[in-house]
């Protein structure tokens, strides 16, 4: 039986590194290191925290998701998903908040892999996933237009509608350089990669803003003028856990963990895509609540894993946890060396890389292909998208998660069985002509569980009243729930008071275990049980003849 936890990198030791291998790790592992540095501070500072907080989460959890996760190119750190819900978890339970639920988001992420539920996070309709990052990405934006435009507002409102109201009515107080800087930097970004496409715009957008902000003297914030200096060492944090407050903590940890899981697994499987890799779900859910129950210690954020960086890792060579470990170490000495410049970053240009940000995060193109979809995918993205934006992101996954259950058992129940009323299924028996008339047969086309039990009883039912016999073909059965296993009883018990007997065919051994257990031939023999359809068929055949002597 494969390991729960196994990481990537215990297992390259075990094998061997290809020494000519080590050039492109370590290649790959400073230009992600570069490309994370600004994207690490404007997340952090997205958030309402200071910038270190997001190099120290690149950093910490950046190390240890490499080290001790299941993907071999993963780079862990902060990502903007999180923006929204650190900023509303910090807005209502403070810092000391924020550090309590990561480390319970942290020991959930373990709680789901331990329980190998790593392949089933990965199975959330594309309609959710969909509707909650367009709603993030709009979010992000709306976040960003008082420092993009630089508006004389201290402190703006948390509900996106009063936000933007505060901004109409703040309209006036625009800054035209920090305007300026803002487009630049988004052109930077947007056009940097067709001309120099080995340096991140955001880096060569922040390297001229802040040049120009410092020769010109220009009248816009900076970093330093907002949050003051920034440290550049890293410090052990205690958080201030009161055991009976804890469970104010798990509806926004259990977002955390939702998230981060989510979109960690479609990094690792987006990035096996790409060089032909294979990740270790469970694994890398493990090692991504480590990383998080670690990360708060030292003053870090929420970590996941960052499909953007995890893609400039794969296309610059990295093929092995290694490159994701120098990527951590190429920003710690980035922070302990050239961090107290970073204090000089003018805030408008970190809204301009953000803005972009949201930008590629938003998913138009899939949002509007969504709608050439069914109805209830409709349904999902727009609640997701909608309560995302207006409400919360916690309600929105909770709401979404039920939502995108019930879509699983509305198809599950529409897959209806088959009324054999002429000669199909040839393989089986050649001719359905010579089947009786008070014979009827209904095929169970998946699983029998609460989804799609009352269906299939009412159509079992709907058979059976007309036929003296109804066989009823589980060969596609897989699995029976206590829902189903009711249903069919009672089915049963009804057709017996109508003169309907009932035979069951192709039962695999585990379901036929179920009925047994479950007392189901209290109410059906087992005699009339049978492996095969043609079995069944000549019973209920010989007993139909005998019947009618």
């Avoid at 897959?415 to 014979?439: H, N």
Wanted: overall charge positive; aromatic content about 8%; some cysteine.
């Amino acid at each position: 039986m494969n390991k729960i936890f196994n990481p990537k990198l215990f297992s390259l030791f075990k094998q061997g590194i290809d020494k000519t291998q080590l050039p492109k790790e370590v290649m790959s592992g400073i230009v992600v290191g570069i490309v994370a540095l600004p994207l690490s501070i404007a997340f952090a500072v997205a958030c309402g925290v200071s910038p270190e907080k997001g190099l120290i989460t690149a950093i910490i959890a950046g190390f240890l998701i490499s080290a001790l996760g299941g993907s071999r190119v993963q780079i862990g750190g902060p990502t903007g998903a999180f923006i929204v819900v650190i900023a509303g978890i910090i807005e209502q339970y403070g810092l000391n908040g924020l550090m309590i639920s990561t480390i319970l988001a942290g020991v959930i992420l373990i709680a789901f892999g331990l329980l190998r539920l790593g392949e089933l996070l990965k199975y959330f309709p594309h309609s959710l996933i969909v509707g909650f990052t367009s709603g993030i990405a709009l979010v992000i934006f709306s976040t960003q237009i008082r420092d993009a435009l630089g508006l004389d507002i201290a402190q703006t409102p948390s509900d996106f509608i009063e936000k933007w109201g505060v901004y109409f009515s703040q309209i006036h107080t625009a800054n035209p350089y920090a305007v300026v800087i803002t487009l630049l930097t988004i052109l930077i970004g947007i056009f940097s990669k067709k001309v120099l496409s080995k340096i991140p715009g955001s880096i060569i957008a922040i390297l001229l803003s802040t040049l120009a902000v410092q020769l010109f003297d220009l009248p816009v914030t900076t970093i330093e003028s907002f949050f003051g200096d920034i440290p550049t060492q890293i410090s052990l944090q205690k958080p201030d856990i009161v055991l009976t407050d804890l469970g104010n903590y798990v509806a926004p940890a259990l977002t955390i963990a939702l998230l981060g899981g989510i979109e960690s697994l479609l990094s690792a499987v987006v990035s096996d895509g790409m060089f032909g890799g294979h990740h270790r779900s469970n694994t890398e859910l493990i090692g991504q609540g480590i990383a998080n129950i670690v990360t708060p210690f030292f003053g870090g954020i929420p970590a996941t894993g960052a499909l953007a960086r995890t893609a400039t890792n794969v296309k610059n060579g990295g093929r092995t946890p290694l490159s994701g470990i120098v990527h951590a170490l190429t920003l710690l000495l980035i922070m302990l060396f050239l961090g107290k410049w970073a204090k000089l970053i003018p805030m408008s240009c970190l809204a301009g890389i953000l803005i972009v940000v949201a930008y590629n995060m938003s998913e138009w193109r899939s949002f509007v292909a969504i709608f050439k979809g069914s109805y209830f995918d409709i349904i999902i993205l727009l609640s997701t998208f909608l309560l995302t934006v207006f409400v919360d992101l916690t309600v929105a996954i909770e709401v979404g998660v039920v939502l995108s259950a019930i879509l699983f058992m509305k198809r599950m129940s529409d897959m209806s069985g088959k009324t054999l009323e002429k000669p199909i299924d040839s393989d089986v028996i050649e001719d359905y002509s010579r089947i009786p008339a008070g014979i009827g047969i209904y095929e169970i086309s998946g699983p029998l569980f609460f989804a799609s039990a009352k269906k299939y009883s009412e159509l079992i039912t709907r058979v059976g009243l007309k036929k003296k016999f109804v066989i009823i073909r589980m060969r596609h059965v897989s699995f029976v729930d206590m829902t189903g296993i009711q249903n069919l009883k009672s089915t049963i018990e009804l057709l017996k008071q109508k003169h309907c007997e009932v035979v069951l065919s192709g039962l695999n051994e585990s379901v036929k275990q179920e009925f047994k257990k479950t007392k189901l031939t209290d109410c059906i023999a087992e005699s009339n049980f049978f492996d095969s359809f043609d079995k069944a068929l000549t019973y209920a055949q010989n007993q139909l003849q005998t019947n009618t002597k």
